[in-house]
Structure formats: structure tokens, C-alpha cells
């Protein structure tokens, strides 16, 4: 019996609880900053909806594949949670694929994005800063390499645990652990992920419903976002408090 087969269960699920438990301290003690998104006045597009969708169908697969690795992990040989774990795992892997040819230029890091991350976004501070980022910030931008790299890890220890698993192998410990470890480390930052967009920055997840936000918003959260703005919309002026104003081109805020 190795450590894993022992205790690899227990420290996993010990490690999510703890995680969930930084980010309720946190809330407590930080609360929710900054300019929120409401339905109100949302006229800047940030996302398409072949983006939304493709961000929904990748958060959904990793769900499944999160939760049914773990079922897979404390009641060996469920056939359906292994059918759902490998479905759901694969189409995750191709997602994230698909995510990083549409979206790595935006995530390329800028030499402002050096601020944001000397002072970690202004998320350990009680009062709001405010601190360059373009259309995505520094804290994002790690985020999003990061969920591009793991699939590739995960994807090529799986199919090696599925190997073994098919010709009656056992499974090779370290591989087993990388395995499991991606998937933790990969768990915690999405439920990271998942709580900055529903509590400490309230309100974000509306953006995943039609894809727009308000001037406010983008101003308050992303100053240095440059949007192209489709010539009949409605615009933004530059650092304007006004409403939408019509349309000339590209405008930084
Ligand atoms: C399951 C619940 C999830 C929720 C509620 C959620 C919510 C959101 C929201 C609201 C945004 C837009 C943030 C903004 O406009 O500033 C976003 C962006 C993003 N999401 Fe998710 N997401 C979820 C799961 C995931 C998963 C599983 C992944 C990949 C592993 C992921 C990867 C991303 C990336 C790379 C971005 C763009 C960068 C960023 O905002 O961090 N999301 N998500």
C-alpha cells in the first residue's frame, strides 16, 4: 500500500476544504471592492458569444471531470464515473486547446502588468487601488496559462492510467500522483477562479450571460483596456465619465 492509496483521498479532499476556508477568511475579512457589474448599462462587448460558450463548455467538462475523479478516487471501479471521467476529461483537454488559439494574444503579459502583481492585484489591501491592467489583468493572465498548461498534463498521465488500467496494469505510482496532484492544484485555483468572480469582484459573473459591461466597470477594473469599437455601436471615450457616445475607432479607458 503506498502513501498515495492511503492518504491520497484524505489529503486532497483536506486541501479543497482548506482552500475554500482561505477564501471565506478572506471575504470576511476583505469583503467585496471596487465598481460591480450590474444589468444596468452594459455596452462594452467583452466576450463573444462563441467565447462564453466555449468558457461554459470548459467549466462545465472540468466540473465533471473534477467531481467524478473524485468519486473514481474513493469508490474504485465505478464504471460510470470513469466513463464520464474520461469523456469529460478529454472534451475539457480539447476546449482548452480551442481556448488557447482564441484568446493567448490577449493574455501575453505587459510591462504594466509588473504593478498589478507587486501589489497582488490590491486583493490583501482594505483599500481599493487602483492598478493598471488591460482587458485582462496579471492575476488573469497567470490564470490562464496555467489552465493551459495543466490539460497537457493531464491529458498525458491520464491516457497513461487509462492504458493500465485497459491491459490490467498497475498503475505507476508517480505518475498516479502527478496525475491526481494537476488535478488538485488545477481544482483549487477554479474554485479561486470561481470565487473572484462571484464574491470578491460581485457581480462579474453577469458578464457570462450576454457578454457585456459597463463603462464604470471596465474603467474601475481594466484602465488600459484598448476596445475596438464596431463602427454603428454605441462607444467609449477615453477615461469619460459620460454615457456612450457615438463611435469614431479604437479607444483606450
Ligand atoms: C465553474 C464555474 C466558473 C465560473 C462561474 C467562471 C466565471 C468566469 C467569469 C465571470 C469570467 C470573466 C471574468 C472577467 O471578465 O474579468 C471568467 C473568465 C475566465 N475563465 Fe472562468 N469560470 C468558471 C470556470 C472556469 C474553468 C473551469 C476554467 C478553466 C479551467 C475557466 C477559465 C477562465 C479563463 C481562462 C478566463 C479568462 C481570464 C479570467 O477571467 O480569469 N473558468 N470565468
Do not use: C
Not at 473534477?66 to 478516487?73: K, N, Q, T, Y
Request: proline share 3%; aromatic share 12%; hydrophobic share 45%.
Amino acid at each position: 500500500m503506498t502513501i498515495y492509496e492511503n492518504f491520497g483521498g484524505a489529503i486532497i479532499i483536506s486541501l479543497l476544504i482548506l482552500s475554500v476556508l482561505v477564501l471565506a477568511i478572506h471575504y470576511i475579512k476583505r469583503g467585496t471592492k471596487g465598481v460591480q457589474l450590474d444589468d444596468s448599462n452594459n455596452v462594452i462587448e467583452r466576450f463573444t458569444r462563441f467565447e462564453r460558450t466555449l468558457h461554459n463548455i470548459r467549466a462545465l467538462t472540468f466540473t465533471i471531470a473534477a467531481i467524478s475523479g473524485l468519486v473514481f478516487l474513493f469508490i474504485e471501479g465505478t464504471v460510470a464515473a470513469g466513463m464520464m471521467h474520461n469523456i469529460s476529461g478529454i472534451l475539457f483537454f480539447t476546449t482548452s486547446v480551442i481556448t488557447f488559439f482564441l484568446w493567448h494574444k490577449s493574455f501575453w503579459f505587459k510591462p504594466y502588468d509588473k504593478s498589478w502583481l507587486q501589489h497582488l492585484g490590491g486583493y490583501l489591501t482594505k483599500q481599493s487601488l487602483s492598478l493598471p491592467a488591460g482587458k485582462f489583468n496579471a492575476g488573469q493572465k497567470i490564470f490562464f496559462w496555467i489552465t493551459i498548461l495543466l490539460p497537457i498534463f493531464l491529458l498525458a498521465t491520464g491516457i497513461n492510467l487509462f492504458i493500465s488500467r485497459i491491459t490490467e496494469t498497475e498503475a505507476d505510482g508517480t505518475i498516479l500522483i502527478i496525475h491526481a496532484g494537476t488535478a488538485t492544484l488545477a481544482t483549487i485555483l477554479v474554485v479561486g477562479h470561481i470565487y473572484l468572480s462571484l464574491w470578491a469582484n460581485k457581480g462579474t459573473w453577469r458578464v457570462l450571460k450576454n457578454g457585456k459591461v459597463s463603462v464604470k466597470w471596465a474603467q474601475s477594473n481594466h484602465p488600459n483596456w484598448e476596445i475596438e469599437n464596431p463602427k454603428s455601436k454605441p462607444s467609449i471615450k477615453a477615461n469619460s465619465k459620460s454615457k456612450p457616445k457615438p463611435s469614431k475607432n479604437r479607444v483606450s479607458i
